[in-house]
């Protein structure tokens, strides 16, 4: 999910690569509906993804195939983050999860030791990202997943691609064309609209 991330946002805007990545949680939330008025609502996300991916519009198409292998990864990790934290208990799953992340992708970190070294500055951005996106966050989440069924997980997550145009507006100066805002507008209505169209309570997943 990750790696796929970072791969998409060094090709395209933040906000343009979160709401390709989001339409993971929302197909999961979808298929945990499974109404044709959610199956609608999904292709209304389809069509803003497509809205987003105009030509002109700054996005390439490695940068979208990335997007969306995030999105796959984020849809298997809502399940699997489900099941390690009704199977165990505090954050020793967690911790076990990032012992794992960090041996798969040790040769990819080995190979930067030496430009992180020369760089302090570059060293404590680097820590601070990986202890806020993956430490800080994945730790709230595991919490959320232990609580909540990974359809109602997927679509509490539905306004992350409006808060990453507003951040990549104002943090990273990233300007959105018409289209793009388009795009966003159907791919958050989605969201919201498949958790409106949530009437049963979710299923509460055991500690």
């Not at 803003?48 to 990864?73: K, N, R």
Request: charged share 10%; proline share 4%.
């Amino acid at each position: 999910m990750n790696v796929c991330f970072y791969q998409s946002i060094a090709r395209i805007s933040l906000g343009s690569a979160v709401t390709i990545e989001f339409l993971g949680p929302l197909c999961v939330a979808v298929m945990g509906q499974r109404s044709w008025r959610h199956y609608v609502l999904a292709l209304l996300a389809a069509v803003g993804v497509v809205l987003i991916a105009h030509p002109g519009g700054g996005v390439t198409m490695v940068g979208v195939v990335f997007g969306l292998g995030s999105g796959l990864g984020w849809a298997g990790y809502i399940f699997a983050a489900a099941r390690v934290g009704g199977a165990t208990t505090g954050f020793s799953g967690l911790a076990v999860s990032m012992s794992v992340s960090a041996l798969a992708t040790l040769p990819w970190a080995m190979s930067k030791v030496a430009v992180v070294a020369h760089g302090p500055a570059l060293g404590g951005r680097v820590a601070l990202v990986g202890l806020l996106s993956i430490v800080v966050g994945f730790a709230a989440e595991l919490q959320a997943l232990r609580r909540l069924s990974p359809s109602a997980a997927g679509v509490l997550m539905s306004l992350d691609p409006a808060i990453a145009f507003v951040v990549g507006a104002i943090v990273l100066r990233e300007r959105a064309t018409p289209w793009v805002l388009m795009g966003l507008a159907c791919v958050v209505t989605a969201g919201v609209g498949v958790t409106l169209g949530r009437t049963a309570p979710e299923e509460i997943v055991p500690q």
